[in-house]
T-cell receptor, first 113, second 110 residues
Framework: DAGVIQSPRHEVTEMGQEVTLRCKPISGHDYLFWYRQTMMRGLELLIY????????DSGMPEDRFSAKMPNASFSTLKIQPSEPRDSAVYFC???????????FGQGTRLTVV | GDSVTQMEGPVTLSEEAFLTINCTYTATGYPSLFWYVQYPGEGLQLLLKATKADDKGSNKGFEATYRKETTSFHLEKGSVQVSDSAVYFC?????????FGAGTRLFVKA
C-alpha cells in the first residue's frame, strides 16, 4: 500500500477563498483523522471518522471548517471562507482499529494570504 | 480527560550522547502508549509502542518502558546520531482517538 495520500502538498490561497484538502486513507483502515499542526498550538485533532461516519468533531475550530468522508477511500476537509490564521500544516491519518497506531500522510501546508 | 505531557525542547546534544525525553500521561483505563517521530517536511511516523504495563517498546536503538506506577513512558537512546534530529511526540490511545503531547525537538550536533 502507498500509505496515506494527501493532496495538495502545498496550497497558497487568498483570504476569503474556499480551500479543499483531500485524503486517501490506507485501504482497510476503519478510522480516519484530520489534524492541524502549528508552532503555537502543536498538533490538534480536528475530527475523526469511523467507517465513514464522523464520530467527534469537537476539535473543529469554527463553522468555516467542514469535513466529509463519502466513502472508505476518500475524505475532504474544507475551509470556507479561509482566513490567514488558518495557515498551518494539515495532516490526515488512518488506523486499522481503535488503539492501533496511526499512519500519517505527508501533510498539506496551507498558507492563506 | 486524557492528556500527555512531555518535556519542552529544544534538546541539543552532541553525537553519541545519551538521550532521555520525559513523558507522563493521565488516562482512565489502560491506554496504549506510543512515540512518534517527525522529520522535517514529513508526517509523523511510529517509532515504538507499548500496550500494557511493564512492556518495553524498542526500535532503531530507542527504548521506552510503560510504567503504570509513575504514569510515564520516557524515551531513551544510548548514543544519538545526527540523523536522529527530529521532533518526537509522545502519545496515548485510550479509546478511539490518539492524544499527542506537544512534541520535543531534538538537535544532534556532529
Amino acid at each position: 500500500d502507498a500509505g496515506v495520500i494527501q493532496s495538495p502538498r502545498h496550497e497558497v490561497t487568498e483570504m476569503g477563498q474556499e480551500v479543499t484538502l483531500r485524503c486517501k486513507p490506507i485501504s482497510g483502515h476503519d478510522y480516519l483523522f484530520w489534524y492541524r499542526q502549528t508552532m503555537m498550538r502543536g498538533l490538534e485533532l480536528l475530527i475523526y471518522f469511523n467507517n465513514n461516519v464522523p464520530i467527534d468533531d469537537s476539535g473543529m475550530p469554527e463553522d468555516r471548517f467542514s469535513a466529509k468522508m463519502p466513502n472508505a477511500s476518500f475524505s475532504t476537509l474544507k475551509i470556507q471562507p479561509s482566513e490567514p490564521r488558518d495557515s498551518a500544516v494539515y495532516f490526515c491519518a488512518s488506523s486499522l482499529d481503535q488503539g492501533a497506531e496511526a499512519f500519517f500522510g505527508q501533510g498539506t501546508r496551507l498558507t492563506v494570504v | 480527560g486524557d492528556s500527555v505531557t512531555q518535556m519542552e525542547g529544544p534538546v541539543t546534544l552532541s553525537e553519541e550522547a545519551f538521550l532521555t525525553i520525559n513523558c507522563t500521561y493521565t488516562a482512565t483505563g489502560y491506554p496504549s502508549l506510543f512515540w512518534y517521530v517527525q522529520y522535517p517536511g514529513e508526517g509523523l511516523q511510529l517509532l515504538l509502542k507499548a500496550t500494557k504495563a511493564d512492556d518495553k517498546g524498542s526500535n532503531k536503538g530507542f527504548e521506552a518502558t510503560y510504567r503504570k506506577e509513575t504514569t510515564s513512558f520516557h524515551l531513551e537512546k544510548g548514543s544519538v546520531q545526527v540523523s536522529d534530529s527530529a521532533v518526537y511526540f509522545c502519545a496515548l490511545t485510550g479509546g478511539f482517538k490518539t492524544i499527542f503531547g506537544a512534541g520535543t525537538r531534538l538537535f544532534v550536533k556532529a
